[in-house]
């Protein structure tokens, strides 16, 4: 029987809510890495993650905040790619949206797992006492999950008239599907919520995010090139897709371009999780997209992207639905009967 093709996809900062408590338990295939992981965490008094996603409760004051979200959604994600039936599976590429560009560096095999934890864990520590702005989510589609050119330019245009305030600042973070996640200083969001439309529940700030992917975050991508000089980055063994859409190639990417890109570029720079997606399906052309876990907050806006490119002939929320009921295209880990397809 004939491999399937996939891409997988990584998922970013915030997929680790109160419904995943317990994704690692009883995980063998993730035993080493989190015993790694909780030693190097017990050397700054960070509590353990095995101890985080064994936890009674999840505390949105523990939980979501970057030191411990970051690790924790590493270690759930690490495991699903881990658990995928290679015998079945051919794994072409790796892409990711924002954090899970670091997650791509790590299982594409850019970064050793003993640096890959310490990407991960460095920058989500990077606004431990206090966070530089925050960020955003809004919808750009309409109610079939077609994108919308009057909501486009009316975050466009209200983008234009806050940053005219010059105590404001306000840039697009991330595109991610039908969203925009606009990201700014303490005044830019304050004026985002006030004058966004109301879409419920939407405009929403995400709890614990700071204005990633914009120039507010340039002394943070500075203290990260100073901090993680030993981090010796090498050729991927599968295909990376960054936050440009940019390829690097096995076996024929330069390592200090790696370096510049990740801790440089795609800190201060707008991430297009959109384009990442679009080049993934036209340039490998692959059976399915495989959505790590934890969970599938990223579900919908890939579908977005595929209805916007018309992928497969799905033009509208619909024709995704019904595709994935009948023959999943895309296979989200974090939903139990689509996961059996690929473990």
């Known amino acids: 029987m ?43 008094n960070y509590p353990s993650i095995s101890d985080l ?31 995928i039936d290679k015998e079945k599976i051919e794994v072409v590429a790796v892409a990711g949206n924002s954090m899970g560009w670091y997650l791509t560096l790590a299982f594409a095999g850019a970064l050793n797992p003993y640096d890959s934890y310490h990407l991960i864990q460095t920058m989500g520590s990077m606004m431990e006492k206090e966070l530089i702005g925050g960020q955003v989510i809004y919808p750009v589609i309409d109610e079939n999950w077609q994108l919308d050119p009057v909501k486009i330019k009316q975050v466009e245009d209200l983008l234009k008239e806050i940053n005219s305030d010059q105590e404001a600042q306000v840039y697009t973070s991330i595109h991610l599907g039908g969203y925009k996640v606009l990201a700014g200083n303490k005044k830019g969001v304050a004026l985002l919520l006030e004058k966004l439309p109301k879409i419920e529940p939407y405009p929403f700030q995400l709890v614990n995010h700071g204005a990633f992917h914009t120039p507010l975050l340039k002394e943070i991508s500075e203290i990260a090139e100073h901090s993680l000089y030993k981090i010796k980055f090498g050729n991927p063994s599968i295909p990376m897709i960054d936050g440009r859409g940019h390829i690097w190639p096995t076996y024929a990417s330069n390592s200090k371009e790696l370096y510049d890109y990740t801790l440089g570029h795609q800190v201060t720079e707008t991430y297009d999780f959109t384009k990442s997606i679009e080049v993934a399906l036209k340039e490998f052309a692959p059976d399915h997209l495989i959505l790590l876990g934890p969970g599938n907050s990223l579900g919908g806006s890939i579908g977005q992207i595929l209805i916007e490119n018309q992928w497969l002939g799905i033009t509208n929320k619909s024709d995704f639905q019904n595709r994935q009921a009948e023959d999943p295209f895309l296979i989200s880990m974090g939903v139990a009967e689509q996961r059996s397809l690929v473990t």
């Open 2 to 44: 004939s491999k399937k093709r996939a891409v997988v996809i990584c998922p970013g900062r915030g997929s680790y809510t109160k419904e995943n408590l317990g994704t690692l338990q009883n995980r063998s295939s993730i035993k080493q890495d989190l015993q790694l992981i909780d030693e190097e965490r017990s050397k700054r």
């Open 53 to 83: 996603d064994a936890a009674d409760k999840f505390k949105v004051s523990l939980h979501t905040k970057g030191e411990h979200a970051s690790p924790l959604i590493y270690a759930c994600a690490k495991a699903d790619f881990i658990e």
